[in-house]
């Protein structure tokens, strides 16, 4: 049982991830460089956060080109989990294992702040740890965050519960729906926004984003 933490060149929250599920859980984790596309040997990926190629023309736009992309399609294809967190949910739409996008917030400014995100059902994988309705404090830091879909995608994600988070109370960016989270119609790729890497340390005061990866990991002990 292995989980791999790719990493591009600009990502910035690869050791944070690291330290999740290595440091905290205790699983065995290997950072893989973007260019390395053997990825056979990883029951689990996570995408983090960052800013991949500088976020030129669009945040993942560059990144998604990379060979180890090709691995994370066919392992989100054979049912592995895949994770993207901030610029790795920007990768993941762009890479299309998730629909929609992620556009420029909508007052144009990069947001960095605590803000309260609902949990929207108890979804195997992600979110079984939390109840349905249960209100996060997580940690977002984007310029582009601004989730976007047509509305006959966004009609089918909501139909189908796909939205597994949503910011609450407040928008910070303006996205559709208040959507902050989503995951494909399988189940096993999941993007968000909030950032619950940097919520699961007690020793950062917040752990509202333990349970995530702790219902990952008992999904990967039972593979
Ligand atoms: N680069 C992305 C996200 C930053 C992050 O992943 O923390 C943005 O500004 O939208």
């Known amino acids: 049982m292995k989980v791999g933490v790719i990493v591009f060149p600009g990502s910035n929250c690869d050791r944070d ?16 460089w973007h260019q390395d596309s053997d990825l056979g040997d990883l029951d689990a990926i996570v995408i983090p956060g960052g800013f991949s190629y500088g976020d030129y ?24 989990p895949v994770l993207g967190v901030c610029n790795g949910f920007q990768i ?3 890479a299309g294992l998730l629909p929609g996008a992620l556009i420029r917030n909508q007052n ?5 702040d605590r803000v309260p995100v609902k ?15 249960q209100v996060l404090n997580l940690p977002i830091a984007h310029g582009e965050g601004r989730y976007y ?9 909501e139909d189908k519960g796909q939205v597994l988070f949503r910011y609450e109370g407040s928008n910070p960016n303006g996205s559709w729906n208040q959507i902050a989270g989503i995951c494909n119609d399988r189940g096993n790729v999941l993007g968000m926004m909030p950032h619950p890497e940097r919520a699961a340390d007690a020793a950062l005061g917040n752990t509202d984003g333990l349970a995530l990866f702790q219902a990952m990991t008992a999904a990967l002990v039972s593979v």
Do not use: N
């Open 17 to 32: 991830m690291q330290w999740v599920f290595q440091g905290l859980l205790g699983l065995p984790t290997r950072m893989v």
């Open 57 to 80: 023309l669009r945040c993942g736009a560059i990144a998604r080109f990379s060979p180890a992309m090709r691995s994370v399609i066919e392992a989100a294809e054979q049912g592995k």
């Open 92 to 94: 993941l739409t762009e």
């Open 108 to 112: 144009l400014h990069f947001v960095c």
């Open 119 to 133: 949990v929207e059902r108890s979804a195997r994988l992600w979110t079984e740890g939390y109840a349905a309705g």
């Open 149 to 157: 879909a047509d509305p006959d995608t966004l009609k089918q994600i």
